[in-house]
Nanobody
Framework: VQLQASGGGLVLAGGSLSLSCATS????????VSWFRQAPGKEREFVSV????????YYADSVKGRFTISKNSAKNTVDLQMTSLKPEDTALYYC?????????????????????WGNGTLVTVSS
């Protein structure tokens, strides 16, 4: 599985930005795609995840209500719409994925369950 993240940039606090993750090499719909982020000097942090099979989603409390994750099956992409951005959202954002044994595996925020990692895309929010 290959993942390619794009869409990062510089934005003012309160602004919006959209990230996209292009996926390829997937062989089934038993699949979760997630976004993690890592700010300078901090550990990687879960942001959001979507289950490919039924579009079920899960968000970190820090982004709930501001970020929206969605998938485009025709394009094999997973997008992260970010609104009301704050300086503390500044980080390198990674698109990651996991294959699952069944369709209804619980969505996870644990970094260790994700085996496939793409490149990062930098989001900088200035105050």
């Amino acid at each position: 599985v290959q993942l390619q993240a794009s869409g990062g940039g510089l934005v003012l606090a309160g602004g919006s930005l959209s990230l996209s993750c292009a996926t390829s090499g997937r062989t089934s719909n038993k699949y979760h795609v997630s976004w993690f982020r890592q700010a300078p000097g901090k550990e990687r942090e879960f942001v959001s995840v979507i289950r490919w099979f039924d579009d079920d989603t899960y968000y970190a409390d820090s982004v709930k209500g501001r970020f929206t994750i969605s998938k485009n099956s025709a394009k094999n992409t997973v997008d992260l719409q970010m609104t009301s951005l704050k300086p503390e959202d500044t980080a390198l954002y990674y698109c990651v994925a996991r294959s699952t044994a069944s369709f209804r595996v619980t969505l996870s925020k644990e970094v260790n369950v994700y085996r496939h990692w793409g490149n990062g895309t930098l989001v900088t929010v200035s105050s």
